[in-house]
Structures are given as structure tokens and as C-alpha cells.
């Protein structure tokens, strides 16, 4: 047991947040921090995935990590859940679509509201399970069929508890609002109408939050004008709109549905800076010098009229040919986008000079069919367009920190640490392996992280060493004590640019409106906990905003995974080309070269043996042919199984290989054989999840889920072995003669096992929806 560990459970009882797993087992997140606690599938019927529990530590599981029994549920978090309701031998259950709750819910006919067995239900829980009761519940909502086009988002707003509705109040002051700028909202303002503002958007887009305009300053350089759309002008602190966007706290975006901040009066509306209306704004008018240094700014409020939108596509044609029709059709303003393309151009190469760290990723984006089914993925190409608006819109943020550090006032800073010491060690050591080496020492700088990524821009494994080079480093967070953005390598950052889609951002406003217009500190209604501190009310408010942020992030992963589901179901059988993206000790994580979709290949599809993970080198190794599979590796696999419940594809190396490899094949070429060469760079992406999957702590290496595990080849491994310990001393004969990658494997199929009757319902639910 670690130090932290043992700190935050050595007393007899601890509280915490019971986090579940879909192979029935879970874990405690103890709330005075530590490593999660271990607990077993049987005492998780007791509680349901996201409770407050009280949790005592009773001893060590097999695997060496500390074990709990939960003594209390202090708070239920599961007051509705969404699922299919199932016909069970006359018994109706609601079997739940988040498969960390184990729990099927029992329903009376008489609380179904008509909904028939196999449609999706949002349901009431009215009694909790216990250790020997199944949850009761009554249907609230009948959603429809499970393939009905628009479902996928229906279920992931439910499943990950997304407000996704308004209240009657906030639409009713949304109702009151003007539909465009009166007179008298001009009071105290700059008028810039004059000014040939501009939007750089995606072809998509719809709120507008940010306007750029640049022009030369003789001798100094360029003066660059932000302006943002001014959200807090409408939306008062603390009103209906307000206590709604607090909830959200963000947009949500879903392949082919928003589900706003604001109410899309405000979004796609009053606020946005749609092009040849006047609109309010919040401006940051900066002097950046030659050298790409923000040299002065200054915050006010003004009006503006956007003089065009643009898309990425059409400002970067235009900045590429200024004879092009997409320039000629600007006119005087292909002048004010040359200047814009002129102090991109400096503030990149500043941001360069200082160290930022910028990896290369790939982007995609979906096409649809009339039926909302996948046509194709697309990458996205991302060109100087999005990087001029990106840079743009970082010189502004850094200006909103910036004001706020020098007045000493709370906000939310948008921070971003460096790598911990643990991901640090094991990231040297890998790259001690490579013959590579990270300067800095225990604190590496930024720049440290940026020479290295150029340095290994020409290497053949650049991208598993970048990948690596980024899983290093922790998720930015929402918080008011700044402490920089390690990624960006600025001293202070904060996030202005988007208050239509982002409250951070509009907090920020209102700080910024307290600073210029020499009011006293602004102090959010929210996050109080009876505390006469103001830095904790803040504190509370940027865990919510960051917590939020990593909730539409989880929705939206859930949609495209739902979605990519069904795209591949109808591939079940084809042989595809594909690149390792992941490695876990139950198998390989791959992405699909051509059609940008991820998947699995358990490792006991890899082969008549064990392997060995070897985290350092990130590769599986077989013991006893020697055979490697890493990061990146090329492979050729066959879809094998799509799982719409677990939103779960998985791959098979192509039994034809196999079967080769293991009958002729030399132990060190049989690597070769699996890994194709790289003839060209692959787009895969690294897919989010998978960075969440792999990440650090007692659930990164959990139990994989496999229901088909190959026993034909799994007896033969387990023979070879047998044999093989036959021959060994006594001394060897003593060790386990099973592995721990083994025992992983053999314990998922058993903790998967469904507590009661619900047994069966889940059971064929899941077999009938993969055939």
C-alpha cells in the first residue's frame, strides 16, 4: 500500500465516491484524496457506480492493493437512470445503458407508461438496491426504439446526467430579451461599427463568440483587436439564464446536434457576431511589436458590426492566393486579412521562441446518410486559418489573465501543470531505452518537451514517442490559484474568447466589467459552502466548471462511439488494415488506417502463449516465441465482434496469418510477420478514451470484459506451460502456474457475472444485440 494511500484510509471507516466497472468490481475514490480502494463485485451490490459511500479497508485483494467492504451509502447519486426495459419470465427489468451499474432495475406494469420490452426508458429510482435487493423503479420517460435516428444523444445526455432541457424560467426571461441592440444598450460604449471586423469560423458553426481586426502601427508593429461577444450584458449573475448556464457550465457538441449553454436566442442570436448587425462586444486592443510580444492592451466595451464571415477553407485560400476568387470576392478586407496572416506569423514564431509545446494530431469529422448512419470518417485538415484565429485568440486569454493577476482579483485561471513524477520517471526510462533524453532534470521545462518533440520529428517511431511525450502530462483544469499552462508555456492563462459556450469565459467577463469600470470584486453566487472565504467558493466553482468540461467530453465520446458501432456492425468479417494505439496487459488498442474508427484485440487472440506488458517499452511480448506487438505497429485484422451495449468493436489478427505464423515461422520473425511495414505515414488519431484507459492509478490496467475469450486457445497455452514447468527444478516448480496476465483475463469473465435474476435478462439482451 502506498504512502497515499495508507494516509487517506488508515482510520476504521473513510467516505468516498464509489466508481464502478463494467466488469462488476469497482473502486472508492476516497474524498481526502489517496488512491482508490478496491472493491470486490459482491459488496458492489450494495451500492450503485457514483454513490457517496462510508467504506472500511479489511485487507488486500490478490493483486496486492488495498480492499474495502462498504459499510454505508451516505448519498445515492442515481436518482434516474436510462435503458431498455426487457420481458424477464413475466418479470420487467430496465437494464441500464451505463454498464458501471451492475444493478438491473425491477419495474411494476403498472409503472411503465405504456413503453413495450425493448425500447429505451428514462426511469425514477424509488428504492436503492441492497446487498440482497434489487432497485425498484418506475418508468418517467419512453424514448423509443434503440435504432431510432437521434437515440445515440438521447441516451448519453441521460447516461452521463447532461442538462439538456431549460428551465420554464430561463426561457421565459429568454422570451423578454430584444432581438437586436437598442439604443440604450450603447450607453459607455466604443463605438467600433466602422471598424471591418471579421469572423474566421468552421463551415458548421453557428455562434459566433469572437470577431478579429488588425492593422499596422508605424514603428511598432500591428494593433490587434479581440472582440468577444458580450454574454454578461444579458445574462445577469444569478438569474434563471445564469443558474442554467452554471449547470451546463459548456456546450455539448454531438455529430449533428448542439446542445447549447444558452438558449439559442442568446447563442445563435442577440449574441452572436453575425456578420452586418450591430452586436455588443467585450474588446482586448493589443499592440503586438515585430518581435511578437503583446506590448500594451487595454479592455472595454464596445459595439461592432461584423463585416464578414468567413470559413478556415475560404480565409485560407484567400492567404494563400490573393488572386483567388475567395480573395477577390473580399475586396478591401483581403488587405485586413493580409495583416491578420502578418501577426499570426510573429506571434507563432514568439510562441516557438518560448518553448510552447505543439504536437501534431489528426482531427476527424463524420458524414452522414439521410438516416443519421455514418456514411464515412473524414481527418480533418487543419490549416494557417485555424492557426491565425488560434493565435489570435491566445494573445487575447493571456491579456485576460493577465488583468486579472495585476489587479489581484479571483477568477478562474485555465491551468495546466507539468508531468507528475511518476509519469516523468517512466517516461525517461523509456526514452533511456531509445537512446533519447529529456532535459530538465525533475522539473523539466516546457522547452525541454518542445526540443525534444522537434528533435524526433525525423524518426521513423516520432509518433510513439510524441504520444508518449503528452500522456506525460495531466489534464488542464479550471482553478483560482495560477500556477501557468505548462503545454502553452505562459506564466498566466485564462479562458476569455468563449463565454457563449464556455462559463469560465463569462466569469471571466465579469471580473474583467468589476476591473475596468472600478467596481468592487465580483463574487459568483454558486460554490458556497458556508465558508466566509471567497478563494473556496471559487475553488468549488472551478471543480464544477472542470468537472463539467470532463462530462460533455465523456457524452460526446459515448455518441461517436455509439455511432461507430453501428458504421462497423455491417463490416463484421472484412479484413482491414490497422495501427497499435493503445497496449494494456489484456491486449492491443487499434485504430483502423482508412476508416478512423478504434478498436481491441484481446491478448488472447494474439496467440498460443502469454505476454508479458512491458509498460517501459509499451509493447506485449510473447514468452515463449519472442513475438512483440507495440505502439504503432502496422497490423492486418479482421472485424470480429461489434458490442453496441459496451460500445465495444472488437478486431482478430486474420486466422490465416496465424495459423502460418504458427507452423512455419521462425520465433523472431514472427513479429515481422504481424507488424506490416509503414509504406505511409497513417492518420490514425489517438482516440481520447484511450489516454483515459491507459492512465495512471489502481483502475488502469482493470480487467477487460471478454465474453468469447478463444478456450481452444487458451487450453493450449496453458498445456505448453504445464509442460514446460514439468521440466523446470524444484525451485520453479514452486511458482504460480498461472500468470497475473492470465488472471486478469479469467477474473473479468467471472466478475461479469450479474447478481440475481437479472442474470438472464442481461445476458440475452447483450447476445441478441451483437449478432
Known sequence: MSNRTASATSQTSFYGRLIGHRDGFGFVRPDAGGDDVFISPKEMLKAMHGDRVSARVVGTDRRGRPEAVILEVVEHANRNLVGRLVNERGILLVVPEDQRIKHDVIVAPVDTMGAEPGQVVSIEIIDPPTRYTPPVGRVVEVLGGVDDPGMEVEIAVRKFDVPHEFSDESQALAKKLPDEVRPKDLKDRVDLRDVPFMTIDGEDARDFDDAVYCEPVAGKGWRLLVAIADVSHYVQSGDALDRDAYSRSTSVYFPRRVLPMLPEKLSNGLCSLNPHVDRLALVCDMVVTTAGEVRAYQFYDAVICSAQRLTYTRAWAAMCDPLSEDARHLGPLAQTLGHL???????????????????????????????????????????????????????????????????????????????????????????????LKLEGGDEPAPGDYARLAKEIRARPDSRLIQTLLLRSMQQAIYTPENVGHFGLSYEAYAHFTSPIRRYPDLLVHRVIKTIINNKGHYLPPYGDTGLDDPMHRWRNIGDHCSGAERRADEASRDVEAWLKCQYM???????????????????????????????????????????????????????????????????????????????????????????????????????????????????????????????????????????????????????????????????????????????????????????????????????????
Open 569 to 771: 456492425k455491417s463490416r463484421i468479417g472484412e479484413q482491414l488494415r490497422g495501427t497499435v494505439t493503445g497496449i494494456a496487459p489484456f491486449g492491443l488498442f487499434i485504430t483502423l488506417d482508412a476508416l478512423y474508427v478504434e478498436g481491441m484485440i484481446h491478448v488472447s487472440e494474439l496467440g498460443a502463449e502469454y505476454f508479458q506488458h512491458n509498460e517501459v517499452l509499451h509493447e506485449l511480448r510473447g514468452e515463449r516465441t519472442g513475438r512483440r506487438f507495440r505502439l504503432y505497429d502496422s497490423l492486418v485484422v479482421q472485424v470480429a465482434r461489434v458490442d453496441l451495449d459496451a460500445r465495444r468493436i472488437e478486431f482478430q489478427l486474420v486466422p490465416s496469418m496465424i495459423r502460418a505464423t504458427r507452423a512455419s515461422r521462425p520465433a523472431e520473425r514472427e513479429q515481422d510477420f504481424y507488424a506490416l511495414p509503414q509504406e505511409e505515414e497513417s492518420g490514425s488519431e489517438m482516440p481520447p478514451w484511450l489516454a483515459e484507459a491507459l492512465a495512471t492509478g489502481p483502475s488502469s490496467h482493470k480487467k477487460s470484459s471478454k465474453k468469447h475469450r478463444d478456450k481452444k486457445a487458451l487450453a493450449q497455452t496453458e498445456k505448453t506451460h504445464k509442460d514446460k514447468r514439468s521440466k523446470k527444478s524444484a525451485k520453479q516448480k514452486e511458482k504460480p502456474a498461472v500468470s497475473e496476465k492470465t488472471k486478469v483475463g479469467r477474473s473479468a469473465k467471472t466478475a461479469r457475472q450479474p447478481a440475481g435474476r437479472a442474470g438472464s435478462a442481461r445476458k440475452s439482451r447483450r447476445g441478441k444485440s451483437t449478432r
Open 341 to 435: 496572416e502578418e501577426v499570426f506569423r510573429v506571434l507563432l514564431a514568439a510562441r516557438e521562441a518560448r518553448g510552447a509545446i505543439d504536437f501534431d494530431s489528426v482531427e476527424t469529422y463524420m458524414q452522414f446518410d439521410a438516416n443519421g448512419r455514418i456514411e464515412k470518417i473524414m481527418p480533418r485538415v487543419r490549416n494557417d486559418a485555424h492557426r491565425l484565429i488560434e493565435e489570435c485568440m491566445l494573445a487575447a486569454n493571456t491579456c485576460a489573465a493577465d488583468i486579472l493577476k495585476r489587479a489581484k482579483r479571483h477568477g478562474l485561471y485555465r491551468v495546466h501543470e507539468g508531468p507528475t513524477p511518476e509519469r516523468l520517471r517512466a517516461l525517461r526510462e523509456f526514452l533511456k531505452v531509445q537512446g
